[in-house]
T-cell receptor
Framework: EAQVTQNPRYLITVTGKKLTVTCSQN?????MSWYRQDPGLGLRQIYYSMNVEVTDKGDVPEGYKVSRKEKRNFPLILESPSPNQTSLYFC???????????????FGPGTRLTVT | GENVEQHPSTLSVQEGDSAVIKCTYS??????FPWYKQELGKGPQLIID?????GEKKDQRIAVTLNKTAKHFSLHITETQPEDSAVYFCAASDDGLTFGKGTHLIIQP
């Protein structure tokens, strides 16, 4: 089954404790992206990757890191989480970037992160 | 960068009636306009999209219209059903995707 998986689905942590949220897709997609979703703010892009070893900042990259060492995986790293990073996070992937207007973007099920 | 405004934030309609959600965008270079449906506890799922060279697209009970001159596009759902209840997001893309803030659609039985 074609899908985007994220782990963990739920995470409660404390300020400053490094964490990683994993994202994996099995569709051989080139483009992958991370979004955060906050009430009243919709979905905002954190980072995206056009292909292996190619990553770039989205609209809200502060406090986050990513890596793309393999095509299927795109982990999101919070080196020193803070309470304002409490949010619902989504990973997404598509064969090509959204701007091509051709390829559907598939979203993972989400990771609900709480930083106390 | 691109800015997408979406209205209304909440829409309640009677089952069987039509629902319309409207979005405006700022970047005239945007050329792709998808709509996503998000059910509770799930990720957004594409329901329909339209490219800038097309004015209208229809898929069964769902249609999208695009006015490039006015920089706005709309989602139309006819004969609404309880399973249409969800949060709907519009988005605009010239390279990445910029999302609207979402519309919570409630279908009243």
């Amino acid at each position: 089954e074609a899908q985007v998986t994220q782990n963990p689905r739920y995470l409660i942590t404390v300020t400053g404790k490094k964490l990683t949220v994993t994202c994996s897709q099995n569709m051989n997609h080139e483009y992958m992206s991370w979004y955060r979703q906050d009430p009243g703010l919709g979905l905002r892009q954190i980072y995206y990757s056009m292909n292996v070893e190619v990553t770039d900042k989205g609209d809200v990259p502060e406090g986050y890191k990513v890596s793309r060492k393999e095509k299927r995986n795109f982990p999101l790293i919070l080196e020193s989480p803070s309470p304002n990073q409490t949010s619902l996070y989504f990973c997404a992937s598509s064969l090509k970037p959204p701007g091509t207007g051709i390829y559907e973007q598939y979203f993972g099920p989400g990771t609900r992160l709480t930083v106390t | 960068g691109e800015n997408v405004e979406q209205h209304p934030s909440t829409l309640s309609v009677q089952e069987g009636d039509s629902a319309v959600i409207k979005c405006t965008y700022s970047d005239s270079a945007s050329n792709y306009f998808p709509w996503y449906k998000q059910e509770l506890g799930k990720g957004p799922q594409l329901i329909i999209d339209i490219r800038s060279n097309v004015g209208e697209k229809k898929d069964q009970r769902i249609a999208v219209t695009l006015n490039k001159t006015a920089k706005h596009f709309s989602l139309h759902i006819t004969e609404t059903q309880p399973e249409d209840s969800a949060v709907y997001f519009c988005a605009a893309s010239d390279d990445g995707l910029t999302f609207g803030k979402g519309t919570h659609l409630i279908i009243q039985p």
